[in-house]
Nanobody, 123 residues
Framework: QVQLVESGGGLVQAGGSLRLSCAASGRYAMGWFRQAPGKEREFVASISWSGGRIDHVESVRGRFTISRDNAKNTVYLQMNSLKPEDTAVYYC????????????????????WGQGTQVTVSS
């Protein structure tokens, strides 16, 4: 099975930045999701294996950037201008690259998940 490990979470003041990393060997599309206490897990960003398709949820657009370095088998989530409402456990997810229709915002699209990393933004 594929093991995904997130890193880079922590405590930061509002307006600060963090960069999350997730490592996974192979040809995978990757996504980032987050879950705040008492809320459903929600889509944050995704990137295809080639990097040709990138999506961000509206609430983070302009602040967060997903990217990947396939030579290092790593996907990143650069988070700038963090807000208290960004506080959540952030999860990395992966699915084998394929052609055809897909909606990267849907949890059900992904086959593999990391354990999560806590991001806390103080006011």
């Amino acid at each position: 099975q594929v093991q995904l490990v997130e890193s880079g979470g922590g405590l930061v003041q509002a307006g600060g930045s963090l960069r999350l990393s997730c490592a996974a060997s192979g040809r995978y599309a990757m996504g980032w999701f987050r879950q705040a206490p008492g809320k459903e897990r929600e889509f944050v960003a995704s990137i295809s294996w080639s990097g040709g398709r990138i999506d961000h949820v509206e609430s983070v657009r302009g602040r967060f950037t997903i990217s990947r370095d396939n030579a290092k088998n790593t996907v990143y989530l650069q988070m700038n201008s963090l807000k208290p409402e960004d506080t959540a456990v952030y999860y990395c997810a992966a699915v084998p690259s394929r052609s055809g229709w897909w909606d990267p915002r849907r949890i059900s699209e992904y086959d593999y998940w990391g354990q999560g990393t806590q991001v806390t933004v103080s006011s």
